[in-house]
């Protein structure tokens, strides 16, 4: 997973997740771990200024979700400056699933799957769109226009000449892998935070 984004959205939720040491009976390590769980806070929002948006969402802010259950996956929390909310689960490992899709050629770099990237290598992590709200002010809706959004899929690392982007492409489906072709909406790209 690239450091430069996953650093900050993903592995402060997965360390947030890692499991507290059972020190009593299994009953007080489930205890235990729940609750170390339901105080983890969210994290502080990031925000990302757009680059190449088609005019639908403006800047973009993510920010880690509370961690509820040490055993769910990470969730985050995407707004954009049109006002479109969405909460997400992470699906680990679910892009190497969509052997349909050409993440190299979607993302224009080449793409790392497995284990211990490189700390230069564009990484894609999958997230499934929990909820998304849309107001009305949103034009142009919300990343499917006026349909739902299913799936994120969220590359990390990719380069613009010498600048960094984060880059999603927003899947009609409510199925992962998506069938094929699949059914994209679009792909966004913001700027990395300096």
């Not at 990031?46 to 969402?57: A, C, H, Q």
């Not at 849309?134 to 600048?163: D, L, Q, R």
């Amino acid at each position: 997973m690239n450091m430069r984004i996953a650093g900050f959205i993903v592995l402060a939720a997965v360390a947030a997740c890692q499991p507290a040491p059972a020190v009593a009976p299994e009953q007080k390590a489930h205890a235990a771990q729940s609750a170390a769980a339901e105080s983890m806070p969210a994290t502080r929002a990031t925000i990302f200024p757009v680059k190449s948006d088609m005019g639908v969402t403006g800047d973009i802010s993510l920010s880690v979700m509370p961690m509820t259950d040490p055993n769910a996956p990470p969730s985050m929390k995407l707004e954009t400056a049109t006002g479109v909310v969405m909460e997400t689960d992470l699906i680990p490992g679910a892009a190497a699933l969509a052997s349909g899709i050409d993440w190299g050629r979607l993302f224009e770099a080449e793409v790392f799957f497995g284990d211990n990237p490189p700390p230069t290598a564009v990484t894609v992590d999958i997230h499934k769109v929990v909820t998304e709200s849309v107001p009305k002010e949103a034009t142009k809706g919300g990343f499917c226009g006026s349909e739902p959004t299913g799936f994120i899929a969220m590359a990390a690392g990719v380069k613009s000449g010498e600048e960094d982007l984060i880059a999603l492409a927003a899947f009609k489906s409510d199925v992962w892998p998506p069938e094929s072709p699949p059914l994209m909406c679009g792909v966004f790209k913001y700027a990395m935070p300096r």
